[in-house]
């Protein structure tokens, strides 16, 4: 099992940047892909960034490409989400996930789709203002 622990939400205003943690704990040697979708009120959970193990290679909603960084270090067992340039239409729930990395790269419906990750954190709240 791996418990996912995300922090950093809040409120800024349009323009603004915040810096989303994700901390990992428990079975954290399986090499886990990690990704970060997002859910507003009345919406289904959307897709935002992914990163595989090494960090090597990312991946991005297009809405947000160009605005948002996704990064992990493996040795504090965190991944990160760099957000500038935030948007009102940017105000979700952000939450966190990791599946392992055959899953990551075979799933059906592709790595980009919630069902793809195995483990997720309870969300951070981030509100943009315009």
């Known amino acids: 099992q791996v418990q996912l622990v995300e922090s950093g939400g809040g409120l800024v205003q349009a323009g603004g940047s915040l810096r989303l943690s994700c901390a990992a704990s428990?079975?954290?040697?399986?090499?886990?892909?990690m990704g970060w979708f997002r859910q507003a009120p009345g919406k289904e959970r959307e897709f935002v960034a992914a990163?595989?193990?090494?960090?090597?290679?990312?991946y991005y909603a297009d809405s947000v490409k160009g605005r948002f960084t996704i990064s992990r270090d493996n040795g504090r067992n965190t991944v990160y989400l760099q957000t500038n340039s935030l948007k009102p239409e940017d105000t979700a729930v952000y939450y966190c996930?990791?599946?392992?990395?055959?899953?990551?790269?075979?799933?059906?419906?592709?790595?980009?789709?919630?069902?793809?990750?195995?483990?997720w954190g309870q969300g951070t709240q981030v509100t943009i203002s315009s």
């Open positions: 990163i595989r193990w090494s960090g090597a290679i990312t």
């Open positions: 428990g079975r954290t040697e399986g090499n886990y892909a």
């Open positions: 996930a990791a599946t392992d990395p055959v899953k990551f790269l075979t799933y059906s419906y592709g790595s980009r789709s919630v069902g793809a990750y195995d483990y």
